[in-house]
């Protein structure tokens, strides 16, 4: 039982379990997307009650989770290397900056997932794209702008800070 614990340490939030978020958000996209966007993508696609009239969040709405966005900025730069070095995904390289796409492994690898996880991921990776894909990065970024301090915040009523020594 241990073993499992210390499994799902490391597991957890690590640069395998976003890398692996991301090849369903790439599976599902219709463009390339750059780091910035996968950074965006991979907090809504686990938070997705944070936009109203949306599926449910795949993740606990904790506390100040919007930070996960500042956070988690290394580890998809982490997750992102891995899959370009197991040959999952694509690069291209261009005026815009290095974008990244599904190739023709992404799909393969993920058509082995079976869980009810992975199913959640794949209807998320569906809305998600279905909605945000036609944003400019300029309109997505100003959507995120405007939002960002209000998830998590709900908590902010419950528990006074300040009060924190």
Same mark, same amino acid.
């Given at each position: 039982?241990?073993?499992?614990?210390?499994?799902?340490?490391?597991?957890?939030?690590?640069?395998?379990?976003?890398? /692996?978020?991301?090849?369903? %958000?790439?599976?599902?996209?219709?463009? @390339? !997307?750059?780091?910035?966007? &996968? #950074?965006?993508?991979? =907090?809504?696609?686990?938070?997705?009650?944070?936009?109203?009239?949306?599926?449910?969040?795949?993740?606990?709405?904790?506390?100040?989770?919007?930070?996960?966005? /500042?956070?988690?900025?290394? %580890?998809?730069?982490?997750?992102?290397? @891995? !899959?370009?070095?197991?040959? &999952? #995904?694509?690069?291209? =390289?261009?005026?815009?900056?290095?974008?990244?796409?599904?190739?023709?492994?992404?799909?393969?690898?993920?058509?082995?997932?079976?869980?009810?996880?992975?199913? /959640?991921?794949?209807?998320?990776?569906?809305?998600?794209?279905?909605?945000?894909?036609?944003?400019?990065?300029?309109?997505?970024?100003?959507?995120?702008?405007?939002?960002?301090?209000?998830?998590?915040?709900?908590?902010?009523?419950?528990?006074?800070?300040?009060?924190?020594?």
């Amino acid at each position: 039982m241990d073993e499992v614990k210390a499994l799902r340490n490391v597991v957890f939030n690590s640069p395998l379990e976003i890398g /692996l978020r991301l090849l369903f %958000i790439l599976n599902r996209t219709s463009r @390339l !997307l750059d780091l910035q966007r &996968l #950074i965006f993508y991979n =907090y809504l696609i686990v938070h997705s009650s944070d936009i109203p009239d949306s599926p449910g969040s795949i993740h606990a709405d904790l506390p100040r989770r919007s930070c996960e966005m /500042l956070v988690n900025r290394d %580890i998809v730069k982490k997750g992102l290397t @891995l !899959l370009i070095s197991k040959n &999952l #995904i694509g690069v291209k =390289y261009s005026k815009e900056g290095i974008l990244y796409g599904k190739n023709e492994n992404t799909d393969i690898l993920l058509k082995n997932f079976e869980s009810e996880y992975s199913t /959640l991921l794949y209807d998320r990776a569906e809305w998600l794209c279905s909605n945000f894909d036609n944003f400019s990065d300029d309109k997505l970024s100003l959507f995120i702008e405007e939002n960002l301090g209000k998830w998590g915040s709900e908590f902010s009523a419950i528990y006074d800070y300040s009060d924190d020594k």
